[in-house]
């Protein structure tokens, strides 16, 4: 049985992710979105609510968990029993971004492996940080969402 972990911090989650989700959800047989926290970003929703989100808008995919991480991915990866480290990548910066974590995760545990996933096309563009600076000035994202996302973003 293959299982993968998908980690991000998903703030919010994007209809890219949930594409990545939908996609990865059929090559393996089991799928953990991790939902960790970077302390780099400043962040729209708390880990639980976005747990919660994703929850919502996997619901329809039963091989897919969701989860809370808070410490290293790989050792997270190792307390699952998962062999996988799923990364979806947009663009070359994306790519130059995750080889480094990409290679240090090896470092760290060489039986784990990270794969890459491109991003389709209609979705290279959306990242969180940009929907969130279009949010902050009042544009409308709903599109680039999924609808829980939207609906709990209007409550924001």
Known sequence: MTK??????FDPLTKGHLNLI????????ELIVTVGTNISKRSLFTPDERVALIQKSVAD?????????GGLT????????????LRGLRNSKDY??????????HYLDN?????????????????SSLLKEVLHFGG???????PAV???LAEK
Do not use: W
């Open 4 to 9: 993968a972990v998908f980690p991000g911090s």
């Open 22 to 29: 939908q996609r990865a959800s059929h090559l393996f047989d």
């Open 61 to 69: 995919l039963p091989n897919v968990t969701v989860r809370t991480e």
């Open 74 to 85: 790989v050792d997270f990866v190792k307390s699952v029993n998962a062999s996988v480290i």
């Open 96 to 105: 130059e971004y995750e080889a480094g974590i990409a290679q240090m995760n």
């Open 111 to 127: 039986g784990i492996e990270t794969l890459f996933l491109l991003t389709d096309a209609k979705y290279a563009f959306i990242s």
């Open 140 to 146: 409308d994202i709903s599109e680039l969402v999924p």
């Open 150 to 152: 939207a609906a709990a």
